[in-house]
């Protein structure tokens, strides 16, 4: 609301409202200084939950048809190349996503950009019965694998709702609780509705046939659903949704062309991109590969081999929040050196387990080496998106879609390696990779920020925020 100052008589600022739930600071736009998970008060927790259930379905409904890979493949008679590369062609699919949504969350705000995603990759999905051949497969993938792009929404959505002090826990938690969909899908997909769905078909000829075909329309329902309440019971930021605060002056209309130009300048935005395409890129992939990895090598059944890669999954319940809550620590008593440093540690520590999972001969060795080798690569996603919000405010939703496509064009990355090679050459590959990424945080140089082996921060990290101003295009440093 807008009205009038009780002791200088000068108009106030639009805002939605007078009041908050939470603690809130002034200075960086009512943005939350703190994070109560058992609250749902709009507009700080209502947007944090919202960001993480609907990332959650996306991630759900884009890794549905995972666990039922051997099935569709005995169904139709794909190669295991073909299979690959309709894998391929579901994560490759949202890096032009992600690089869209970047520079559009900036300018219309995140709620309609996640509700409308949302809404359309349930219709594909919805459609996964109707394929009949390879190529049909890799099409269906491509559509529903615009879900993907849900994650630039998720992480610029938090990033408007919170304090620099504890963005990164907040990002880490809604992303990693987001990412879990990926474990849920296999488990709920694979191990619960498929054979559900095979006892309601019991009575057809080939009832596994009929179950992977229908089975997809559950989470598709869902995630419509979740997509139309996120419309109609959020708001983009503290202040009110972007449509009501730019026809009340209170925010600037932001070009999208400009923010999306100033983060690809960004050479900090590209060692991010590559360091994310080594975390999320590897659990993309492991989404893919893990429960057709577990059935091949060790000869289980569809239900078991989907249980088993659940757990990559599941991992994301504590361990990408972990990794956020580790970088903000870090910052807080190191500056941005303890974040770089977070980030080396994290990488290092997850490519030299996959070299070890690579070499697990047995099936116990191997479910627990998965276990710790999830952890760090998702506490590494956490801790990476602790980083963004300071690589250049400004144009944090340009920088946040072009990392996250990192993600995505790590996992086309490394699904060209599994579609071409054994199991392990690729694992070794993949882990190689990872463990080179890890130099690259010494060369992150953000302007007022310490390096990781030298530099002082210029003030701190919660003191630093850019926001936009009615009477500019452009956005200004409000300690500048």
């Not at 619960?192 to 769905?197: D, K, Q």
């Not at 090598?297 to 319940?317: R, Y």
């Not at 977070?342 to 080496?369: D, M, Y």
């Not at 064009?409 to 390696?417: K, L, N, Q, R, T």
Request: proline share 4%.
């Amino acid at each position: 609301m807008s009205g009038t100052d009780i002791d200088t008589g000068a108009p106030t600022e639009w805002k939605k409202y007078d009041s908050y739930a939470l603690n809130v600071d002034p200075d960086q736009d009512d943005r939350a200084t703190e994070i109560k998970l058992c609250s749902f008060a709009r507009p700080h927790m209502r947007a944090f939950h919202f960001s993480w259930l609907g990332f959650f379905i996306a991630f759900f409904i884009w890794f549905a048809i995972a666990p039922l890979l051997s099935e569709i493949r005995t169904s139709l008679g794909l190669s295991k190349k073909e299979v690959w590369t309709s894998s391929i062609v579901g994560v490759g699919g949202t890096i032009f996503m992600r690089f869209l949504l970047g520079p559009l969350c900036d300018k219309v705000g995140p709620r309609v950009l996640f509700t409308c995603v949302l809404c359309f990759a349930s219709i594909p999905t919805a459609c996964t019965g109707l394929v009949t051949n390879a190529t049909n497969l890799a099409v269906l993938r491509l559509f529903i694998g615009s879900a993907g792009g849900t994650f630039v929404m998720c992480q610029y959505w938090t990033s408007r709702m919170f304090t620099k002090s504890v963005v990164g826990t907040a990002n880490a938690l809604v992303g990693g609780w987001g990412n879990l969909g990926g474990g849920v899908t296999q488990l709920v997909m694979g191990s619960a509705l498929f054979p559900l769905f095979k006892e309601l078909f019991k009575d057809e000829p080939n009832p596994a046939d009929f179950a992977w075909r229908w089975v997809s329309i559950v989470p598709a329902v869902v995630a419509f659903g979740i997509g139309i309440c996120m419309y109609f019971f959020s708001e983009d930021s503290p202040k009110g949704n972007f449509t009501d605060l730019k026809k009340n002056g209170a925010m600037a209309d932001v070009s999208a062309a400009s923010s999306f130009r100033s983060g690809a300048l960004n050479l900090n935005t590209w060692f991010l991109f590559i360091q994310y395409a080594c975390c999320f890129g590897v659990e993309l992939t492991m989404n893919n590969a893990a429960a057709l990895y577990f059935k091949d090598k060790f000869s289980l059944t569809t239900e078991e081999a989907a249980a088993i890669a659940s757990i990559f999954g599941w991992m994301n319940l504590f361990a990408r929040g972990l990794g956020g809550f580790t970088s903000d620590k870090a910052n807080a008593k190191f500056g941005m050196r303890g974040r770089l440093w977070a980030q080396t540690i994290f990488l290092l520590v997850e490519g030299c387990l996959v070299l070890v999972f690579a070499n697990t001969a047995s099936l116990e060795g191997a479910i627990v080496v998965m276990v710790f080798f999830s952890l760090f690569v998702q506490a590494a996603e956490g801790s990476s998106y602790g980083i963004v919000p300071y690589v250049d405010p400004p144009a944090t939703g340009s920088i946040s879609g072009i990392i996250g496509a990192g993600g995505n064009s790590g996992a086309v990355a490394f699904g060209m390696g599994f579609r071409e090679l054994k199991y392990k050459d690729a694992f070794v590959i993949m882990g190689s990779t990872i463990i080179a990424s890890s130099v690259l945080s010494f060369f992150v140089c953000i302007p007022g920020c310490s390096r990781m082996l030298g530099g002082e921060d210029d003030v701190p990290a919660k003191d630093t925020l850019a926001v936009p101003t009615p009477e500019t295009d452009k956005v200004e440093d409000v300690n500048a």
